[in-house]
């Protein structure tokens, strides 16, 4: 790592507690509350039923949704789908309360354009629990806001600003998952609320979560990438194959992160099946020259 990059890791946080919550997040802070409480009652309310609605809930909008549509495709267009496809993978991901893709897609965007610096939406240079939480509960985030201007806070997802579908969803972002809790409710009430709705939400944020925080604090770094990324077997196992953080942050652009046959990805597997069905085009790879050129000796 530079000498450039060294400096910027000395940046403190402001105290969580003392920091001023604008309104909009004191509700969000609130429902997120909320999701979270109701999780206690989830040995309380559970049947089969709910179980396996949290289980298809938890792959639909976590793997579908927000590993292969959100980050792999629409972020760092890995590869293109037919546009049916690509709309029903975004709309999934909605369902995971981790923002529309437009508000997604920009963060993760900036976070690749300022790694690990003071702009970085949630590095770990500013603590653990910056990059694992508490940055998603500011409006907007702050480490963005300050250096791009409202008039320009999209200006990175133009592509997706400019097609009515992603506009769309941004300006109705949460009464999706709203009707998805309800019809839950309607067909299997409390049970199917907790477990389909409050414990699928936890575990898929959490899992987002844990790549932004865990996967730039411990693990390995086969590849020089000039940043705090880490490989993380254990957060691939919950996070469908994003903890291989360190050869995602040397390969953008691929669609596959488990770079050795041995790395779990589940989303690669149904990127290269969507190949094999000739559904998915013009997926990427990383080249040998890249890799040897990256490697670490």
Known sequence: MDASREQNIIVKPKSFWKRKWPKIKKKFIFVSFFIHFSCLFAPFQINLGAISICFVLYIITGLFGITISYHRNLTHKTFKLPKWLEYLLAYCGLHALQGDPIYWVSIHRYHHQYVDTPTDPHSPIKGFWFSHVTWYLQKRNQSVSEMIPRHR???NVTDLEKQTFYRFLHKTYLLHPITLAAILYSIGGAPFFI???CVRIVIVLHATFLVNSVCHMWGKQPWKTN?????????????????????????????R??????????????????EAIGVATHVKLPSQTHMQKLAND
Do not use: C, T
Not at 230 to 255: K, Q
Not at 257 to 274: A, C, M, N, S, T
């Open 153 to 155: 806070k999209w200006e």
């Open 195 to 197: 477990w389909g709705m």
């Open 227 to 255: 940043d705090l990324s880490r490989n993380n077997g254990w957060i691939s196992l919950l996070a469908f194959g994003e903890g291989w953080h360190n050869n995602h942050h040397a390969f953008e652009y691929s669609a």
């Open 257 to 274: 992160l488990g770079i050795e046959w041995w790395q779990y990805d589940p989303g690669w597997y149904v990127i290269r099946f969507l």
